[in-house]
């Protein structure tokens, strides 16, 4: 069945050359699911860098649930709020293809802020958090998220605010996904923790077999509180939240003396009208836990260290990476419906130049 079938006459006739910059602009504030006409194609010309400027050519943009928040003009923390004919923010994989900059060359790659577009010309400021790629020997693709902002949320999250230790009973939310997926791994395999993952349905639940979780979750289908009580007798040490709502008011049932609960998203609750009141924070008490949000932009100073460090885990396998690649940007609006449809397996990632598929 495809879910998202309506997207699919909208990519009809949309074709990306060369010779223009292409670019998805906010088109209205979505409302519940997102919408084709949410979005709007706009085509224009590729513009020359001037003085300290480089042309940057779009390899791969990743895709975030954060995006729909931008475009819903909300307060998303890092980035401007979005209005209807804005750009969308995107962050991804570009190479130089013109250089007046001092310190960039022709060919360099970068990561970093490029928005919903084909081309871009930059002066490489701070503000656009633009980051040299260091391939570390790896495919470019990498470099998009694993070896990007979700490898650094991930591992920001899980290390500097979950505290880890061995033998911890560590649960995720979202652990098929993009983070998830590599905080599940790191869980298990670098930190020695005994990882069980919730995700949506069995397939998704059999991957996260796959990734060093020694059980999984069902959200959709199995008794969340039940299972949580089967699974951890002694209670949860760490829980690594991706999705708010009731599945943390759950899990805050669970906890063990000092656990420490790593509020990394709420994705369950982003395309509310209201959001969810959690009334049950209360637990913490009695448990002398915690709870800790992070973002990702307040871990910057990390950067290389953090991504040479990935890059040595997925090297010596303790880290494989699970990329979900949309092929071509026609479908970037699909490939951000997909994360709300639950439709990603991994890190969603568009490979701008890749050939459309006719049915994602
Ligand atoms: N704090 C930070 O700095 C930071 C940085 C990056 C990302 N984040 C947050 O981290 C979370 C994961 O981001 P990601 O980029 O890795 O996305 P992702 O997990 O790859 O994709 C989103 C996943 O969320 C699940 N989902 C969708 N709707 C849901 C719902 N109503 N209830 C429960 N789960 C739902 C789906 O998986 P299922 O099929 O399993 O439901 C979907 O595949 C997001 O909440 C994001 O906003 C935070």
Known sequence: MNLLGQFDAEVCGKEIRDDSNFQWRVARAPQGSLQPDDFSWVESPVTEPGACEVLLK?????????????????????????????????????????????HWREGDLVQGQIGWQTYKVSAMTPAEKMFRV???????????????????????????????????????SGAAGGVGSIVSQLAANVAGCRVIGIAGGPEKCDLVGQQGCVAAIDYKSDDLQQRLKDLCPHGIDCYFDNVGGETLATVLEHLAHRARIVLCGSISEYAREQPFGLTNYTRLRSKDARMQGFFVYNHLDRWETVMAELAGWIHDGR?????????????????????YAGLNQGAAICDVRGEPESSL
């Open 134 to 172: 260091h391939l570390h020997g790896l495919p470019a693709l990498y470099a998009c998220k694993t070896l990007g902002m979700t490898g650094l949320s991930a591992h920001a999250g899980l290390f500097a605010c979950g505290e880890p230790r061995a033998d911890d009973t560590l649960v995720l």
């Open 58 to 102: 779009t390899l791969y943009l990743g895709l975030a649930p954060v995006m729909r928040m931008y475009m819903q003009g909300g307060a998303a923390a890092g980035e401007v709020p979005l209005r209807p004919g804005d750009l969308i923010h995107g962050r991804g994989v570009a190479q130089v293809i013109k250089s007046r900059h001092p």
């Open 319 to 339: 880290l494989r990476p699970r990329h979900d690649v949309t092929a071509g940007f026609q479908n970037m609006p699909k490939a951000l419906a997909r994360l």
